[in-house]
């Protein structure tokens, strides 16, 4: 197929033959990457196959804990005190430092 352009240049429409599956356009498209695109095009699929796998991989983590836990039950003791039962004494600091911020009679006069 023919065709111009608008400076009147003639141009031939090339179709490129018709791919059958998504796996052959999909390597079609790649194919034509430069080599920083395709770096880039593989570390998105590689982190998304990451993520897919470490679903799968805690799904079954999971499952397996599931199922196989013990039906036993674990009692903890507990023991309750009475706050007004117990005295703490307050902190007691070694150095006792006083500062003067603002002096309000200095300020009047």
Known sequence: MMGHTKGGDRIEFVNPPHQKTVVDCLHHALIFLGPWEGRAVAFVFGCGIGVILRFFFLIGLLSYHAFTRRQQTRV???????ASQTVENPP?????????????????Q
């Open 92 to 108: 007691v600091y070694d150095v006792d430092v006083k500062e003067v911020v603002f002096d309000a009679q200095e300020e009047t």
């Open 76 to 82: 903890a003791d507990c023991y309750f005190v009475d």
